[in-house]
């Protein structure tokens, strides 16, 4: 899925099959006035002669020379199948690029190629691209100076300078994982399949943009391949500073880092892969480890797992023998429950929720349009409720908006959305302590316990790190839940509904009248 600003809809042409459809090579023209004519003169006539490559330069408002130059280019040898753009407004580097590809994806293109104009990389090397990509399964392809004998001496490349590349790409590969031999080459491609999943368009503007690219293709596990190229070093200073630049890559890498690791979320990533849902019943101090034990000390029959997910807490539950049902939109993973019913939770189903001695609701209001509606639909449309279902039990769970790091961060004014966490993007509702408590007794339920759960750390860091953490966290959640709950869990009675109410009411009338005409007849 593509994350663009809402816009009419266009029509995409389908992929076509790997090796069969066109490649776009951008020319990406930021300050290279004086070099475009040459770079062009350079690039193989197997690429401008063939009718699988198309050509597009973009130049921003800061001046024409270089669009110029490219257009005068294109007529004098009538190049048909190029493009040459002067924006009306002053573009960054990665603004260009991000121009470029969406013109790619919505222009049917199977790979898009982008070499600077600026003459420091060999357009000789384009052919090799097409041969990689159409050999293989590459969704990145990056043209290294430092992989497999590439010499960047050969190129007058600064000591410093060298150094300085090396270092930052050695800490960039240890944040992410990975064994890149350079992070920093402006001359790649990419398949349009794989620009099709990423919200590149979320990216920087900068020179930071290719980082944030790589590191979108780490994150969705794309196929990146590396190949070598020589590079004509000319010392000219980028129009964003080199300390500047590492210290913005260093920080998107950490930022990865941290993504991962589950500490700090960012919308770059959304939707880079399937969000998979994780097992936290064993996670200490967590609060599906929580809700287990409320159902251990509740000791239900039966339980419905509305919202069940993959169903990680419902086969915790079945080994306790407890019989259980899931509502989610989903299917879960199969033999986690008893039985399974596929609803839309912010539409209707029919399932009386407390003909089961339990009802789990985790992490699920903050998800619904309207919490309240729901949990006063869940009492009123049950036909037993007040009857036979004293057992009955709500056990939900939800996030504390007022957590510490969000009031931390609103005091530094930052008020960020991400793809998981307190402030998941897709979270609807959010609820301090007090208006949890509220919200559920006016919806008619009386408060029998709430629990502050902390921080889980332990899902993020595996160990007695993570351990004592979780457990510091517990601690302090408890002592003020307030500020320090990550989450808090509510185990909570239902009350009668208006229909339960009624039809006792009807029913003490009878009796009534029943006990009446006796005394009325001896009279």
Known sequence: ?????????????????????????????????????????????????????????????????????????????????????????????????????????????????????????????????????????????????????????????????????????????????????????????????????????????????DTDVLLQAFYAGAQIVEIPTRVDYDNRIRSMGRVRYARRVLSASLGYRLHRMGIFCSLKFRGAKPLLYEDKTAVLYSSHAAALECVRRLAPQTLLDIGCGPGFVAARCEEMGVRVTGLDFEEPLPGNMTRFIRADLDGEFSEDAFEYDVVLMLDVIEHLVDPERFLVGLRNGSEVLGRSSERARLVLSTPNVAFAAVRLNLLLGRFTYAERGILDIDHKRLFTRATLLRAV????????????????????????????????????????????????????????????????SAEVDEDSAAEATPAATSA
Not at 6 to 15: E, K, S, V
Not at 100 to 118: K, S
């Open 441 to 504: 007794r006016d919806c008619g339920y009386d408060v029998e316990k709430v629990s502050a759960i902390g921080a889980p750390f332990a899902a993020v860091f595996p160990g007695p790190v993570g351990a004592f953490a979780g457990w510091c966290s517990d601690r302090l959640a408890r002592l003020m839940p307030r500020l320090f709950a990550f989450q808090f869990l509510v185990v909570a009675r239902p009350r009668p509904g208006l229909r339960q109410l009624l039809a006792a």
């Open 1 to 209: 899925m593509l994350f663009t600003d809402p816009g009419p809809a266009t029509y995409t042409p389908p992929m076509p099959s790997r090796g069969s459809g066109r490649i776009l090579l951008v020319l990406v023209a930021h300050h290279a006035e004086e070099r475009v004519a040459r770079v062009l003169e350079r690039i193989p006539q197997g690429v401008l002669g063939s009718d699988r490559w198309d050509l597009l330069l973009i130049e921003d408002s800061s001046g024409r020379e270089a669009a110029l130059a490219a257009r005068r280019w294109v007529d004098a040898r009538g190049f048909e199948r190029a493009r040459v753009l002067v924006s009306p407004v002053d573009l960054g580097y990665g603004e260009i690029q991000k121009l470029a590809l969406r013109h790619a994806l919505d222009g049917g293109y199977e790979l898009v190629v982008v070499l600077p104009a600026d003459g420091q990389y060999p357009p000789e090397d384009l052919p090799r691209f097409a041969e990689v990509y159409d050999g293989g399964d590459a969704d990145v392809i990056l043209a290294s100076r430092f992989v497999d004998g590439g010499d960047p001496g050969s190129g007058k490349m600064p000591l410093i300078q060298r150094a300085g590349n090396r270092f930052v790409t050695w800490l960039q590969n240890r944040l992410c994982g990975q064994r890149l031999s350079e992070y920093h080459t402006g001359f790649r491609a990419y398949s349009a399949a794989f620009l099709s999943e990423i919200p590149f368009e979320f990216d920087a503007n900068e020179y930071d943009f």
